[in-house]
């Protein structure tokens, strides 16, 4: 049971039930995001070095276009894939076990939250988690305090207006707003 063989049953969307190794393997993975995170927040760092510790967080080559303002926090890591010329701000929290995929030419405004895994409503089964990954498109524009849930794409060119709920995928080159988050205006190609 190792790292990749886990990615591949998140990536699956299979559940992760709360008393089986996976899970135990889930929270392991967990300390050296927190580890790595934690000296990415604990003070200044160069933008180079910011990139480096993501490359070490997510497993993956992160661009010299990719821009990140600490403080950020994942509680997971290796299932963030980044593309070119993206920008986060800071605060950003991305609990990213069933995959946050980010497009060229983004940008993500303070304290957005990404959240990839929902716990099970049965009381009994409340440990067991069931991911479903984000998929963020080309050139969206994503605004502060926003919260994107398990199993969202977001189009291309789409809005997300601040402190907006996203609960559904975002059609491309639309503007959504709220909780949960509308379609409120169409953007032209």
Known sequence: MELDDLLEMLNAGRTITGDSPWHDLMHRASQDALRITGELNSGYQEPARVRELLAQLTGKPI?????????????FGKNITLGKRIFINSGCKFQDQG???????????????MATLNHDLMPSRRTDMHPAPIVVGRNVWIGSNATILPGVTIGDNAVVGAASVVTKDVPKNSVVVGSPARVVRSLPN
């Open 99 to 113: 995959g946050v995929v980010i497009g060229d030419d983004c940008l993500i405004g303070h304290n957005t939250v």
């Open 63 to 75: 661009d010299e276009s990719v821009t990140v303002f600490p403080p950020f926090y994942s509680d």
